[in-house]
Structures are given as C-alpha cells and as structure tokens.
C-alpha cells in the first residue's frame, strides 16, 4: 500500500510540474514575442508623449479664456439671482 501512495504522489508531483513548467513556458514565449525591438516601441511611446505635450499646450490659452468668461457669468448669474429673490419676497407677499 505504501509503494502505492509513494508512486501516485510522484506521479501527480511530476504532472503538476509539467502542467506548471509548460504555462510558464508558453508565459514565457509571449512576452518575449511581445517585447520585440524595444527600441522601437520605446521611440514611439516618446513619440507619442511629445505629440501629446505639443498638443496639450495652447490649452492653456483657451482655459484662462474660458475662466474669465466664466466669471462674467457668475456675476451676472448673481444679479439674476438678486433679481428672483426680490421678485419672490414680492410674489411671497
């Protein structure tokens, strides 16, 4: 009985290795294809990052814009708020 259970453990030890060993192999084959010329990818990626930087620059213009349009808007919103306020103490009475 004792043999039994000793080769059926090394069995299923050995298959567990082998199932292991073959998906960190195959784990392994992919990333490697993946990776390819690193330098390639790294250049595109810089690439990209400086279209994005160039891109992203005259935000800055149109948002300091849009601010200054925006605070003429709140104030005028607040004279309209002014105005509903008087004109609900008059309608409230």
Known sequence: MFEILTIWTLALTAVIVLVVASYLIAIA????????????HLAKLVGGLKAVRDN??????????????????????????????????????
């Open 29 to 40: 084959y992919y990333l490697f294809r993946t990776g390819g010329n690193k330098r390639s």
């Open 56 to 93: 992203a620059a005259p935000l800055d213009r149109h948002l300091a814009k849009l601010a200054q349009g925006l605070m003429g808007l709140r104030s005028e919103l607040r004279a309209v708020d002014a105005s509903l306020g008087d004109a609900a103490e008059i309608l409230g009475q």
